[in-house]
T-cell receptor
Framework: DAGVIQSPRHEVTEMGQEVTLRCKPI?????LFWYRQTMMRGLELLIY????????DSGMPEDRFSAKMPNASFSTLKIQPSEPRDSAVYFC?????????FGSGTRLTVV | SQELEQSPQSLIVQEGKNLTINCTSSKTLYGLYWYKQKYGEGLIFLMM?????EEKSHEKITAKLDEKKQQSSLHITASQPSHAGIYLC???????????????FGKGTHLIIQP
């Protein structure tokens, strides 16, 4: 099992650009979570899906953020337009309804 | 909403010494998860506790959930350089305890092991 796979590992972009983060969950896991980690706020839940359906997106900070899960093996988190305060490490995690497995994260820097 | 406070925020311990990290919740803990994060990497699952008074061990790491289910402690015996990293506690805010609705995390404890 390859675990939860996130890409890219690092992303540096200019303010105003669109950023897309990708996640491939573990096969058979029916829940997928997007988290953001910063020094100030720690690890925050942004949105989660159950069986590809978004269940709770109350953690998404602004309308600039959107997430999709078109199928059970792929999810994206998009920021458009990006701002410097979006700089953080973004984690994807998947779960078979009990316990989590996290990906290695995408470190996003917006300059 | 549930809040988790971890203490200490950072800890420097000499190799071979014991240490304890605490996680206190503002509400009852139905499922308490401990994770370890190496700098620049993802979170690695350590243990999950559900029952009041429950204690679990993995190698030299022991975690406990108090009887009232509002505090958990993580104890490392005879610390080694491999124990260095960030330790995070996460709580399931729902009765299920399984984390299916997302976990709330503490801000983490940074552990440094001095040789």
């Amino acid at each position: 099992d390859a675990g939860v796979i996130q890409s890219p590992r690092h992303e540096v972009t200019e303010m105003g650009q669109e950023v897309t983060l990708r996640c491939k969950p573990i096969s058979g896991h029916n829940s997928l979570f997007w988290y953001r980690q910063t020094m100030m706020r720690g690890l925050e839940l942004l949105i989660y899906f159950n069986n590809n359906v978004p269940i709770d997106d109350s953690g998404m900070p602004e309308d600039r953020f959107s997430a999709k899960m078109p199928n059970a093996s792929f999810s994206t988190l998009k920021i458009q337009p990006s701002e410097p305060r979006d700089s953080a490490v973004y984690f994807c995690a998947s779960s078979p309804n009990y316990g989590y497995t996290f990906g290695s994260g995408t470190r996003l820097t917006v300059v | 909403s549930q809040e988790l406070e971890q203490s200490p925020q950072s800890l420097i311990v000499q190799e071979g010494k014991n240490l304890t990290i605490n996680c206190t919740s503002s509400k009852t803990l139905y499922g308490l998860y401990w994770y370890k994060q190496k700098y620049g990497e993802g979170l690695i699952f350590l243990m999950m506790l559900q029952k009041g008074g429950e204690e679990k061990s993995h190698e030299k790491i022991t975690a406990k959930l108090d009887e009232k289910k509002q505090q958990s402690s993580l104890h490392i015996t005879a610390s080694q350089p491999s124990h260095a990293g960030i330790y995070l506690c996460g709580a399931d805010p729902t009765y299920s305890g399984g984390g299916a609705d997302g976990l709330t995390f503490g801000k983490g404890t940074h552990l440094i092991i001095q040789p």
